[in-house]
């Protein structure tokens, strides 16, 4: 990694404090999901948090978020304690959660349009992000018409219009087929290229995450805690063939097999 | 128009056969009580479309048959509109919030079983015997369709798409403006729908109970003065307009929710 780029990402952006979270479950018997978590992420660092199915990923996510509150343990996002719901996280989601009732426009806008941002401004910024994800012509479109791939682009077109601090990335693939899977890998890493942003991106794709990631943090099942670290140095766009890619790919692979 | 008129085959057969049966079902009536037993208490279609269209220029009671169903409607446009409003606003409340469900379903509950037609005597009692009577009926009736779909579309709404839109930065009155009320848009138009044809049934029950115009009176009025046909006219024009009003309400959900299939 060259000095420049290591100097523009170091201050960090998103920190997790000894977070730990229990559920009850139906008997009333409590059940720890995650357990003590540690996590920092610089500015601009493309983090992946990849562990198996169900190891707590989306809790995670949804604990950062502020839409679940950490039964202990602190998370800050720029030195400020998550609290709750709020812009300065933008999230996309695997199931997608595109407003059925809003186009394409409507959708991106929603987030500057609720701010009181005028509309000019506003429909000038998201055709901007439209374009980014590649969706120019589209802008009329009601999500029911677009594929599966078009509407997970105007997730993240949302996202990134509300021009959050750092972006939370759940599973956005999950849903996809493989080949539009792929598709998007190469998108989304195209598009952070452009715009750089600090990112959270989960996932249980070893390749996603070894093609996307600046640094893969390896979560162990369920309770969830740090089983691992990669700083994956590999040139961008990478090659999901390169001997290094592979290489690691085979190494975390048994990683997260023993700890099954 | 280069829009086709019909999208295939099927459609072209489909609307033939029913005119087909339409046309021998007027056939079978029309023979049917023509100099025959059946004849002297059932006038045959000629009759009955003569009386109709005479009705349109000859008065009863005072009124054209446009006098008499307008005023039924807009009896049904005062109690619909209070209905609406109030409905509406009961359900949205009460799908969201939790202590306005706590509050005002019970009472809810309890009147909602009830049909409303066995309020007229009551209403009558309270209320006497002018307007106010018929436009509470037709707003019970209306009334207890639209609050059950429109709170049970705001139960029904995807959690996910409110969490969705606190992340984007919308605020409480935000959430409901921009979520909660198009979300439920469907069910509104469901409820408004099924409302507006309990209210053109409640006000000719209404009327036939206790009124001197409108299409209900027209029926009554008919069967006290024994004019078979003018209790045909009535009905034909209850048919009409509640067909009508069914078909300007479908319309206009069409053009509110092209996004959602059942808009469609």
């Known amino acids: ?260 | 128009m280069t829009k086709k008129l019909f999208k295939d085959r099927d459609d072209f057969w489909r609307l033939i056969c029913g005119i087909i049966a339409i046309l021998g079902f007027l056939l079978i009536w029309h023979f049917g009580t023509n100099g025959t037993r059946l004849g002297e208490i059932m006038p045959g279609p000629i009759v009955i479309l003569k009386s109709f269209f005479e009705a349109f220029t000859q008065k009863t009671a005072g009124y054209t048959i446009f006098g008499h169903t307008f005023w039924s409607l807009s009896r049904v446009l005062v109690g619909y509109s209070v209905a609406c409003v109030l409905g509406i606003s009961l359900g949205l409340l009460m799908g969201r919030y939790r202590l306005a469900e706590a509050i005002f379903r019970p009472f809810y509950e309890m009147i909602r079983p009830i049909p409303p037609i066995a309020w007229i005597s009551l209403a009558i009692l309270w209320f006497g015997l002018g307007e106010t009577m018929a436009y509470f009926i037709i707003f019970l009736s209306a009334f207890n369709n639209i609050t059950i779909n429109v709170f049970m579309g705001t139960k029904s709404i995807n959690q996910e798409l409110v969490g969705c839109a606190k992340m984007l930065g919308a605020n409480e009155a935000q959430v409901f403006r921009t979520v909660v009320i198009p979300a439920t848009i469907p069910y509104i138009f469901a409820g408004m729908q099924i409302g507006i044809s309990s209210s053109w049934a409640a006000v000719v029950a209404a009327e036939m109970v206790r009124s001197s115009k409108g299409l209900g009176f027209l029926i009554v009025s008919g069967m006290d003065i024994n004019n078979i046909s003018q209790i045909f006219v009535g009905i034909l024009a209850i048919g009409i307009v509640g067909f009508l009003l069914a078909t300007i309400m479908r319309g206009v959900e069409g053009k509110l929710c092209q996004w959602n299939v059942r808009g469609k």
Not at chain 1, 33 to 48: C, H, P, Y
């Open chain 1, 1 to 260: 990694m060259s000095v420049e780029r290591e100097r523009k990402i170091e201050a960090p952006v998103i920190e997790c404090k000894a977070v730990h979270k229990k559920f009850l479950n139906l008997a009333g018997e409590e059940h720890v999901v995650i357990g003590d978590i540690d996590l920092q992420v610089k500015k601009n660092e493309f983090l992946v948090l990849f562990g198996p199915g169900q190891c707590g990923k989306t809790t995670m996510i949804n604990l950062i978020s502020g839409l679940l509150p950490a039964t202990s343990g602190e998370i800050t996002v720029n030195g400020k304690p998550v609290t709750g719901p709020g812009a300065d996280r933008g999230v996309v989601y695997q199931t997608i959660n595109l407003f059925p009732w809003l186009t394409t426009m409507g959708n991106v806008e929603y987030g500057p349009k609720i701010r009181g941002v005028g509309k000019e401004e506003r429909q000038k910024k998201a055709q901007y992000y439209i374009d980014l994800v590649g969706l120019q012509g589209f802008e009329k479109a009601y999500p029911v018409k677009l594929s599966g791939g078009m509407k997970q682009r105007v997730g993240i077109a949302r996202a990134y219009c509300n021009e959050p601090d750092v972006l939370l990335m759940d599973e956005p693939f999950g849903a996809l087929d493989a080949q539009t899977r792929y598709m998007m890998q190469e998108e989304i890493e195209k598009i952070w290229q452009k715009e750089k942003r600090t990112v959270i991106f989960v996932t249980n794709n070893i390749e996603e995450a070894l093609y996307l990631a600046d640094r893969i943090v390896v979560l162990s099942n369920c309770p969830a805690t740090i089983k691992a670290e990669y700083k994956i140095d590999l040139p961008r766009p990478r090659s999901y063939v390169d001997p290094e890619f592979l290489r690691l790919r085979k190494e975390i692979t048994s990683i997260v097999d023993i700890t099954k």
